[in-house]
């Protein structure tokens, strides 16, 4: 058809994503049509195929990745893989909209907004700037200082990254002219990946930086009769935290590098910026004192008031109080696109476990290991557990599925470490965060600021999730051992 007039030959991008949209889809079909391995209902393996291509289509994108969840979860209802009901197909199809995560994820970035429109969140980060902002690696370590100030207090690091971190970083970008997009690499890039691969690290830290680290001690106790404190788990972590912590900037800096390293003009520009911007406004005391209310409730309510219960509340004072209108609030397509996004993402994770695939990949992974030494039994045990959670969209999840049939299976192991196992595989989930753009919470805070592109969220994930799975083994096993837990 070339040459006659109207017609169009093929992009060299339209058969590029039409490549990417097939990949998924054929590698689903051939799944499929393999026989269920022994021990699985063939509908479980079925499902398990879906989940595939999903995830294929998610590191693919040839379309929107709300969409390509949304395709997951609606062809998982209609062929009815989790449950034959179709009223009951369809409820499962949408029980991630239920879920809390998703909407503490959501009111994230409406309080980024908030800080963006009332101004407050420009001066915190000219502020940064000026005294940090002369190396943009200062800027990195300042970011990953202020994850851990509140780390110790905030049991969660979705609230902690999308109500404190998040909000301001996202004004220091467009400081150096960089935005979403072709100027991304100059600054915005590298803050932002550092924010999150250093909340994965502080979210290891402390039992009360992450919302499932209680309910992982609660199954160790359950599961295996040891009781760990507040104490013991920080002195435990602490030599592979402090290590990892340290580095983390530098490696991102060493991995995926500013493009802009060094800038004596900005930081002398920032202070020029803050004189012109005057006094505190009303509406920047406003968001200032609803962010402070969110903070004090998220570390001292915790028992009373669930973390998105929290969120929600301070997202209505913002509007009610002038802050941001509920215009901006239906504007904002980013937070819209992102609940549906990981809404989905968590009901098809979700999926797993209810057609009893993730119960058969413990059980059988478990077996593998017989007649393996007992060291190398720890190592990959916690390997596992670890590298399985790209078939998660929520941490909790990954634990109430796993954690009981693991340990289940190794007390029984004659001569296991069972302390040790146990303390490596709880330390090991805030680090399992950082490998993929679903894996935890700040995930699709970070990857939806549009900074980080697709491949390279996905490339670094696996980069950092090696470096903190082999740290968490190399350090943390023998410093276990001589410490006799």
């Not at 402390?206 to 680290?213: D, E, H, V, W």
């Not at 602490?238 to 340290?246: A, E, I, T, Y």
């Not at 995926?256 to 911007?277: C, H, N």
Request: glycine share 10%; net charge positive; hydrophobic share 55%.
């Amino acid at each position: 058809m070339a040459g006659i007039p109207g017609s169009r030959e093929s992009s060299p991008r339209t058969n590029r994503q039409l490549s990417r949209a097939l990949v998924p889809i054929v590698v689903a079909i051939v799944i499929a049509l393999i026989p269920a391995p022994s021990g699985l209902e063939p509908s479980a393996w079925r499902y398990f195929a879906l989940f595939v291509g999903v995830i294929l289509g998610l590191i693919l994108e040839p379309v929107p990745a709300a969409l390509i969840g949304m395709i997951g979860v609606t062809l998982g209802a209609l062929l009815g893989l989790v449950t034959p009901k179709p009223a009951d197909a369809v409820r499962w199809a949408l029980s991630g909209f239920t879920d809390t995560t998703v909407w503490l994820i959501f009111t994230a970035y409406m309080l980024a907004l908030g800080y963006q429109k009332s101004g407050l969140g420009r001066r915190v980060a000219l502020f940064l700037v000026r005294r940090l902002g002369a190396r943009t690696l200062g800027l990195g370590y300042a970011v990953a200082l202020s994850d851990l100030v509140v780390a110790p207090f905030t049991p969660s690091n979705t609230a902690r990254s999308g109500g404190i971190i998040y909000p301001v970083i996202q004004n220091i970008p467009p400081l150096y002219g960089s935005e979403p997009g072709p100027t991304a690499g100059k600054v915005g890039a590298f803050l932002m990946w550092t924010a999150f691969a250093s909340t994965c690290v502080t979210s290891s830290m402390f039992i009360t930086s992450l919302a499932p680290n209680a309910l992982t001690l609660s199954l160790i106790l359950k599961g295996a009769n040891i009781q760990v404190s507040w104490t013991e788990w920080f002195v435990g972590f602490l030599p592979v935290g402090v290590v990892l912590f340290v580095l983390t900037p530098l490696l991102v800096y060493w991995l995926y590098p500013p493009q802009v390293r060094v800038s004596t003009e900005v930081p002398e520009w920032a202070g020029q910026e803050l004189g012109k911007m005057g006094a505190v406004s009303r509406r920047e005391w406003t968001m200032a004192g609803l962010a402070l209310l969110a903070l004090v409730l998220w570390i001292f309510a915790a028992a009373r008031i669930n973390t998105t219960t929290v969120a929600l509340v301070v997202l209505i004072l913002m509007v009610l109080l002038g802050v941001i209108s509920w215009d901006d609030v239906l504007a904002n397509k980013q937070a819209w696109n992102v609940l549906v996004w990981f809404a989905t993402l968590v009901t098809m994770a979700g999926g797993l476990s209810q057609v009893n695939f993730l119960e058969w990949l413990a059980k059988g992974v478990a077996s593998s290991l017989a007649g393996i030494a007992v060291g190398a039994m720890v190592v990959l045990f916690v390997a596992s557990y670890f590298v399985v959670h790209y078939m998660f969209a929520s941490l909790t999840a990954h634990v109430t599925a796993l954690l009981p049939a693991l340990l289940a299976v190794a007390v029984a192991v004659p001569g296991m470490p069972a302390r040790m196992l146990a303390l490596l595989l709880a330390y090991s989930l805030g680090l399992m965060g950082i490998l993929t753009p679903y894996a935890t919470g700040p995930a699709p805070i970070y990857y939806g600021s549009g900074y980080i592109a697709r491949r390279d969220f996905w490339r670094l994930g696996l980069i950092f999730g090696l470096i903190y799975l082999v740290a968490l083994l190399v350090i943390g096993i023998p410093y276990l051992g001589a410490i006799g837990r």
